[in-house]
């Protein structure tokens, strides 16, 4: 069993995710969730920072997490380290004391303790009335200020921040031997993601500027990946059916889009339908929901999610398959 350390402010998107990289996952407490099994795949996910191997979970207070970790055994050799943190500020704990308190009990039976370079790290982590003790096993890599839309070869206003992305492309099952498409590439944000988690991008933008920018960005940040973009229409797309394993794309935002002056409403709806032909699985984003228009094209909403960018922007993003 395994304890979840989650990012950001909303658990069920972060648990969503992590679910792309574990079997089991549930939620116990703010901040925190409970998986059966986790895959090296924890290592890619966005709102999840680490895996850690359950010692158990008892109430949050230092003297509940001192007798559970004297009565834990514990089959590790070599020296360790004590982490102890509060989730969103949940609990008035003292982590100093916490870290002392559980380091001594871990010297009284013999470990030599390294805070700089341990074998092995153990994490007290309160989060209201829980405290869930583990011994971390994958970490995740947060390495996205190195691919701020600002920062691209290419660059336009509106461009989707990496951390999304990534969650978007995990949601849709991205890694090794999968297909991912974003048919509305833009700048390519996910599929520099998809590709950066072992999966094949496929983009294709209905503006030939965006076509080659997206390009040109993936050449940058993924310069091995058998990548291709390509200047096509949503509605209509050059892929067989069934050709990818995933879809995600963001919608765009407004009651009309700027392509070929089309009905938004009619742009969106094609989409869905054109990824339920080629794919089974799809992520969409916009400005509005659109799980009315997923269903109506045949798929199945697994989640609908609302994610505040600023005051006068929230993101919906439906989780569909099919």
């Known amino acids: 069993m395994y304890v979840l350390e989650l990012g950001g402010q909303d658990d069920e998107f972060a648990a969503c995710e992590a679910a792309s990289a574990a079997t089991g996952v ?84 013999g470990f030599a303790v390294d805070l700089d370079d341990p074998d092995h790290e153990l994490r007290a982590t309160f989060s209201d009335d829980c405290c869930a003790l583990g011994w971390t096993a994958v970490e995740s890599v947060r390495d996205y200020g190195s691919r701020k839309p600002t920062d691209r ?43 950066l988690v072992g999966a094949r991008p496929l983009g294709a933008d209905a503006q030939w500027k965006m076509a080659r920018g997206a390009a040109e960005n993936l050449d ?28 995600v794309f963001d919608a765009p935002y407004g009651r009309q889009s700027k392509i070929a002056n089309l009905d938004l409403d009619d742009l969106v709806a094609g989409a869905l339908a054109e990824a339920k032909r080629v794919a089974s699985r799809t992520v969409v984003v916009g400005d509005r929901s659109w799980a009315d228009e997923a269903r109506a094209a045949g798929w199945t909403v697994e989640g609908e999610f609302e994610r505040r960018v600023h005051r006068s922007l929230t993101r919906y993003i439906v989780v569909l398959s099919g």
Do not use: W
Not at 46 to 74: M, Q
Not at 80 to 99: F, G, L, M, P, W
Not at 220 to 247: E, K, M, N, Q, W
């Open 26 to 109: 549930e939620l116990v407490a703010p901040g925190l969730a409970r998986a059966a099994t986790i895959t090296e795949r924890v290592r890619n996910l966005a709102y999840t920072h680490r895996a850690n191997e359950l010692v158990g979970t008892t109430d949050a207070d230092v003297e509940s997490a001192r007798a559970l970790l004297s009565a834990a055994p514990i089959d590790r050799e070599g020296t360790v380290a004590v982490r102890a943190r509060t989730v969103r500020d949940t609990e008035d704990i003292s982590t100093q004391e916490v870290e002392r308190e559980l380091g001594q009990i871990l010297v009284d039976r």
């Open 153 to 195: 070869p290419f660059f336009q206003p509106g461009s989707m921040h990496p951390l999304l992305a990534r969650a978007l492309v995990n949601i849709v099952g991205a890694k090794e031997e999968t297909t991912v498409l974003d048919p509305m590439c833009g700048t390519g944000g996910t599929l520099i993601e998809a590709a």
């Open 220 to 247: 940058h940040y993924a310069p091995d990946a058998d990548a291709a973009t390509v200047r096509g229409d949503a509605t209509h797309l050059p892929f067989t059916d069934g050709s990818i394993d995933g879809v």
